[in-house]
């Protein structure tokens, strides 16, 4: 008897073993299938097309597929930096909790890590290291306080707090954070107030006996000094599921079918408005692709998804009128896809503006610091025309090199805030000092 109840216990223990085997497999499998579709239906998204909407020849396509030049910033290239292939217990680990939309652009474009479902999809996971720190990310609906690892030590807390109704939200997660006993550093990735009014969190840095170190803010906050406040990109929108475009893969050297679009929502008396106007008058109408609502809405069909993707990657130029803040997604998105944005250069209400930790002047600091390859305009009225008329004189060639360069600096631009944020977390939280 005892004995069938040792091959009994056996069998169990052989059969959840190929179970989870086979579980884990099937993960993977569907992990590389969804990448995979991903990829194709961007590469569709970007092809090449003549006048009758019929794809071009497969040969056109492959010499578009270019190979880039090495990147500057690149962590992995960094020997000081980042060992690839370093199979040592890393010296640190560092948990990033994921309750904003921005801390996927962090994970999945900046670092440029994989993310895989947890408990069925009630959490996303995944962890990548750079140097002795393992970052591990967590984001999902599953993440909440009682939820997550109660032995964290070093922790980055991503927030979203662009309108007054989330600060609630957000201090009840810093006020929760009490009740870790091991946790010794703390920092926040602040989707901040789009009039940069984000005062409340002052009380929670550890300058006024909180336990938040430093914060990564988005919009040009005043409060920036690159010690305790550093400014952060507000990436593309993928909340909406915008995805992760591979640059080597977007044709560069065709000839684009719309010198310039415009998407987005009106508001009534804004600049958005007159731009509406200008691009509706005869002059005008035929330059540019023009698609808008009325009425901001949170969620994309595939449908409308795609189409924008597509208008996207067959534009030169991607106008950016200022909505509720000057920085935008659609900005992001453009240099994915090596369409230069148009900005409108103008600060709107609120408390946004220059600070201390930059030398040239809001809006858009971080991309002025960083020489973006984008157009600034400060009156569409006036400067649109002109900026179209000598569009229209460029040569395929000029274009081409553009729409190169332009992909080269976002890859660029995404590996320096890497290196940025990772030399932070260095010396803020293990008095680490690297050159940022």
Not at 410 to 419: G, L, Q, T, W
């Amino acid at each position: 008897m005892r004995v069938n109840c040792r091959r009994v216990a056996f069998l169990i223990l052989v059969s959840y073993f190929v179970i989870s085997c086979y579980t884990g497999f099937l993960l993977i499998q569907r992990r590389r299938a969804l990448a995979t579709y991903e990829n194709q239906r961007i590469q569709v998204l970007t092809e090449v097309s003549d006048d009758t909407g019929n794809p071009g020849r497969q040969g056109e396509q492959l010499q578009y597929r270019h190979q880039y030049p090495r990147i500057l910033w690149n962590l992995e290239d960094d020997q000081g930096l980042v060992a690839m292939g370093n199979h040592t217990k890393p010296e640190f680990v560092v948990e990033i909790w994921g309750k904003a939309a921005i801390s996927l652009y962090l994970w999945q474009h900046i670092f440029d890590a994989d993310l895989g479902p947890r408990m069925g999809g009630v959490w996303s996971y995944g962890t990548k290291r750079f140097q002795n720190i393992e970052f591990r990310y967590r984001t999902g609906p599953g993440v909440t306080p009682s939820k997550v690892p109660k032995d964290t030590q070093n922790l980055v807390l991503s927030l979203n707090v662009r309108d007054f109704t989330k600060i609630d939200t957000a201090k009840a997660w810093l006020d929760a954070l009490a009740g870790f006993p091991q946790l010794k550093n703390v920092a926040v990735l602040l989707l901040g107030n789009e009039q940069c009014d984000n005062e409340w969190i002052k009380s929670y840095l550890a300058a006024n006996n909180g336990s938040v170190k430093f914060v990564f803010v988005v919009y040009d906050s005043p409060d920036v000094d690159n010690n305790i406040f550093y400014q952060w990109p507000l990436g593309v929108a993928t909340y909406r599921n915008f995805p992760k475009v591979k640059s080597a893969f977007i044709p560069t050297s065709i000839q684009r079918k719309h010198m310039c679009n415009y998407m987005g929502t009106i508001y009534v008396n804004s600049s958005r408005q007159v731009l509406l106007d200008l691009l509706s008058t005869p002059e005008m109408k035929d330059r540019c692709y023009v698609k808008v609502r009325h009425e901001w809405l949170p969620e994309e069909t595939e449908h409308s998804r795609d189409n924008y993707l597509k208008v996207l990657a067959h534009s030169d130029l991607t106008l950016n009128p200022v909505g509720m803040n000057p920085e935008c997604y659609r900005i992001y998105e453009a240099l994915s896809y090596g369409s230069i944005p148009v900005i409108e250069d103008v600060l709107t209400p609120g408390n946004c503006g220059n600070s201390s930790g930059f030398s040239v002047s809001a809006p858009h600091r971080l991309l002025k610091s960083e020489k973006a390859p984008v157009i600034f305009i400060k009156d569409w009225q006036k400067e649109l025309p002109t900026i179209l008329d000598k569009e229209a004189k460029m040569t395929l060639e000029q274009k081409s090199k553009r729409r190169k360069d332009v992909l080269l600096w976002y890859e660029n631009f995404k590996a320096k805030m890497r290196k940025r944020f990772v030399s932070v977390i260095q010396e803020k939280f293990f008095g680490v000092h690297q050159f940022i």
